[in-house]
């Protein structure tokens, strides 16, 4: 609990420090008009994609799991993926998520080595995505070398501030050494998680091929989100396009060293849908765009874990 509260105090500080930043800079006496005139419609879609985004990862996790005869209901699968999202959103590189998928897995008697095997493949299926849409980043930043270079500026500087708390953090914290029966433990489990990942892509080409598809569909639900809150706005907006926009962002949001890309998020959310809005309506539409796509359910993930940590306490005592 001590190492969690460290985290959402640190991710606290960061994504508050950029949203002040944003009120500054964009915040002025039209801004609050424009509350009032949003379509509440496009705001509700845009909750529902969210939500899909959500679904996406459930039924990814399910898939995965159930090709290792690991079974859970739908609900306790949303549990997981508001958790994870809660602990990618308040760790660097978004590591928290996978760390909670082991936690919530392990919790239902799952054998660490299927847990590890499980996970990866869902790592892996997220990257998928990524390895694909990278040909088509490139060429798109191509074409927009400004937007390119600003995204690429706010993600080297939080790189570098990230950089700067791993060291900070280093000097004044201690890792414990391993004991030997410790490091037994985990090249036991090392085997058999390697065996079992083996088995995975050998006999389970099906679950892979279809945990890729929902990761996909992933992602696609997030890059949604964007155009249809601006249409909230009364814009019109080519939704294709703006996707494509937003995917420069996207690699920046998940490979940033800051809790859960918050700055990236926030900041480069400014460069990248200022295309679309005016200079008074975005920081508005920024601070929406981040809490329908992530904080919501990085919030609902974190009261979801405070539940689960009370019940596993009381068991315990």
């Known amino acids: 609990m001590k190492h969690i509260l460290k985290a959402v105090v640190l991710f606290t500080f960061v994504a508050g420090f950029s949203i002040f930043y944003v009120v500054y800079k964009t915040f002025n006496k039209y801004t609050v008009d424009i509350i ?10 845009a909750l529902f994609f969210s939500f899909l985004y959500q679904t996406f990862d459930v039924l990814r996790l399910i898939t995965l799991s159930k090709a290792l005869n690991v079974r859970y209901s739908i609900f306790y699968g949303y549990m997981i993926s508001f958790i994870n999202t809660f602990a990618a959103t308040v760790t660097p590189l978004h590591i928290g998520g996978e760390l909670a998928s082991v936690y919530m897995l392990k919790r239902k008697g799952v054998h660490l080595h299927k847990t590890m095997s499980i996970v990866t493949m869902k790592t892996l299926s997220g990257m998928f995505f990524f390895v694909v849409a990278f040909p088509l980043t490139v060429f798109y930043l191509y074409q927009k070398p400004k937007l390119g270079l600003d995204v690429l500026k706010i993600f080297l500087i939080s790189v570098g501030l990230g950089f700067i708390v791993y060291v900070g953090a280093k000097l004044f914290l201690k890792s414990n050494i391993l004991s030997n029966k410790r490091k037994l433990n985990i090249r036991y489990t090392l085997r058999k998680y390697i065996a079992t990942l083996r088995i995975f892509l050998r006999i389970k080409k099906s679950s892979v091929f279809l945990a890729f598809f929902y ?4 992602y696609i639900s997030f890059l949604c989100i964007g155009p249809i809150l601006i249409k909230a706005f009364g814009k019109n907006v080519d939704i294709f396009k703006a996707m494509l926009r937003q995917l420069g962002l996207l690699y920046g949001i998940y490979m940033s060293p800051t809790p859960g890309g918050a700055g990236v998020g926030e900041i480069g959310g400014l460069e990248v849908f200022k295309a679309y809005l005016s200079f008074y309506e975005l920081g508005l539409f920024i601070i929406l765009w981040r809490f329908v796509s992530q904080y919501l359910a990085a919030f609902i993930g974190w009261v979801l874990f405070q539940v689960i940590l009370i019940k596993d ?3 315990q005592a």
């Open 313 to 315: 306490n009381e068991k």
């Open 215 to 218: 990761s996909s569909m992933l």
């Open 36 to 45: 009032y005139k949003l379509n509440i419609r496009y705001i509700l879609l």
